[in-house]
């Protein structure tokens, strides 16, 4: 019998100009980063909170919470493993990531293919595994008035057994 959990993750971050542009630890050039208590990696804490949510265990303020100081600056990376090492526990494994980044500015499409090697790295996985799609709000609401970076991620885990 083969056991199934989907999980789905949500984070926007609100774009400044004092900060580092990082997705999906990937540091891109734009004179505009995302605010947040750690390395504000919007995509990387979408798919954390998916991971957690296939799992049953809440999401990633309940284990990295904000008010905490050692996880300020943190590299969302670091993070992942550790959600990672929750899902190697638990006797599951990745059997698919898809993920959407909904930002005006920069142009992120020629950083896609290192972004899924950084996470498939991580979380010792097939590059192919990891779906990741950049898109536009059409200018509309915070991301379309480039205010923000937000991004959606669906986790597939299974387990056989």
Known sequence: MIALRIGNGYDIHRLVGDRPLILGGVTIAH???????????VLTHALMDALLGALSLGDIGHYFPPSDAQWRGADSLKLLAQVNQLIIERGWRINNLD???VAEQPKLKPHIQAMKENLAKVLAIDPDLIGIKATTNERLGPTGR???????SVALLVKEG
Do not use: C
């Open 31 to 41: 004179h505009l980063g995302l605010d947040g208590h750690s390395d504000a990696d």
């Open 99 to 101: 993920n959407v980044i």
């Open 146 to 152: 480039e205010e923000g970076i937000a991004a959606y």
